[in-house]
């Protein structure tokens, strides 16, 4: 495990019940217990992430069948594509402006594909569901309050 990753899961947990603030200009406002719940929530199903994020695509289209025509090809491929945009939104989590620009020209292209607000926050729900069902206990309260305020964000910044 990176040591950056490491000294952020070992720092010492503080209960927060705080929900991040609307985020202004590209900032998450994610305190730094909320970064490391979601750190540590990801590391938990990394070793499973194509399979979480299958999971992921079949509760979203149950949730919103018209989606499914939105995302071409195989759960498969989407599933992988996912996973990368996990794993590339964990290590932009210690630098607050450095997802920002990526996550706008996703939605962009989110956009042009007629993806609007409403799916992202069925993505949310169908995320917060797969992380509910894949962490079991590990999903607390304050675990699944730093990822809809992280799912927020997203929405904000892609939804444009």
Do not use: C
């Amino acid at each position: 495990m990176p040591a950056a990753l490491q000294s952020t899961l070992d720092a010492p947990k503080k209960r927060t019940r705080r929900r991040a603030a609307a985020a202004p200009s590209g900032e998450t406002h994610l305190s730094a217990e909320q970064k490391r719940l979601i750190r540590l929530s990801f590391l938990r199903i990394e070793p499973a992430l194509d399979l979480v994020a299958q999971l992921f695509f079949l509760k979203l289209f149950r949730l919103d069948p018209s989606l499914r025509k939105k995302f071409t090809g195989p759960v498969e491929i989407q599933a992988k594509k996912f996973a990368a945009g996990a794993k590339l939104a964990m290590i932009s989590l210690g630098h607050e402006d450095g997802l920002a620009p990526t996550l706008k020209l996703l939605g962009a292209r989110h956009r042009q594909m007629g993806i609007r607000t409403r799916h992202y926050r069925t993505m949310s729900r169908a995320l917060v569901w797969t992380l509910e069902r894949s962490l079991d206990k590990a999903f607390d309260r304050d675990t699944k309050d730093a990822w809809n305020a992280l799912l927020a964000y997203f929405t904000k910044v892609m939804a444009g």
